[in-house]
């Protein structure tokens, strides 16, 4: 059976590794979306594990392990508090999409084709932004599922 300290090892390795999925898919979004796509609260998570992994060998580190899951939990709800604002920007993007694709229409009776085009241009812009925006907020969601059970189980297994 692996120790309690094994345990969280494994899990700071594996939300390590998810982490910079998610700040790859977030360089790629950013590509498409606003620049603040490319801020990611997955660098906060980064340097908290990393401390947590250098203290990890030290005996008698009770307070300090305590201290260091409250800091773990704090960044879980800023990352979960993350993955919401980026599903409502989706679903502002796709608002917007739909308000592009009533622009369309009106420069068509209009008789501005050119201008249609601009529009539904700009409307398959804004859906793009919306699923990318939509499949980041989904793998921050099923990530935070996964840690913060994870976490519970090791915290339940320290005590």
Do not use: C
């Not at 009106?106 to 050119?114: I, P, Q, R, T």
């Amino acid at each position: 059976m692996a120790s309690q300290g094994e345990k969280f090892a494994e899990l700071a390795e594996r939300i390590e590794r998810e982490l910079k999925r998610m700040n790859d898919v977030a360089a790629d979004a950013a590509r498409l979306g606003p620049a603040r796509a490319r801020e990611t609260a997955p660098s906060w998570f980064a340097r908290v594990f990393s401390r947590v992994r250098r203290g990890k060998a030290r005996p008698g580190a009770g307070d300090e392990e305590a201290r260091r899951f409250d800091e773990v939990e704090r960044r879980l709800e800023s990352l979960e508090q993350y993955g919401a604002a980026l599903a409502r920007e989706a679903a502002q993007h796709a608002a917007n999409a739909g308000e592009w694709e009533r622009r369309a229409e009106l420069a068509v009776l209009a008789g501005d084709d050119a201008l249609a085009r601009d529009a539904l241009s700009r409307q398959r812009e804004a859906l793009q932004r919306a699923s990318s925006l939509e499949r980041q907020a989904a793998t921050i969601s099923a990530a935070m599922a996964e840690y913060t059970s994870a976490l519970a189980a090791i915290k339940a297994s320290s005590r």
